[in-house]
């Protein structure tokens, strides 16, 4: 399957959104000199843990004339706001500096809370 011109553009255009929102919130969160604790990517990963579970819902509520909006706000949006990959490295930085307990703490709130509020945009989206 062939994605089409305007499916391809609504991910690109949600990714760029959603990549500039997780630079500005790295900005905000992270003081200068300070990477004690990750508190960023923590925060773009549960808001978007969040939202993806809000927008899943609305999204299957909607059926087919929702998936413009799926691709830019699930796929585009979410996928370059969110940021496993950095998250993984962070916590492989945190190991080898010997923060073990950091490293855990955050891999343990990242998971835990994440996927709990998932469940909670499901639910908020339900009456919608």
Not at 77 to 94: C, K, N, P, Q, R
Request: charged letters at 5%; hydrophobic letters at 60%; glycine letters at 10%.
């Amino acid at each position: 399957m062939t994605p089409s011109l305007s499916a391809m553009m609504a991910v690109a255009l949600g990714g760029a959104i959603g990549c500039l929102t997780r630079y500005a919130v790295a900005v905000a969160l992270t003081p200068t000199g300070s990477a004690n604790f990750p508190f960023a990517t923590l925060a773009v990963n549960l808001v978007g843990s969040l939202m993806i579970g809000v927008v899943a819902r609305l999204v299957m509520n909607a059926g087919v004339a929702a998936e413009p909006w799926r691709l830019a706000v699930v796929v585009g949006f979410l996928g370059g706001l969110t940021t496993f990959s950095s998250f993984t490295w962070e916590i492989v930085a945190l190991v080898q500096a010997g923060r073990l307990w950091i490293a855990g703490i955050y891999w343990a709130v990242s998971n835990l809370a994440g996927i709990a509020l998932a469940f909670l945009g499901w639910a908020i989206a339900k009456p919608f």
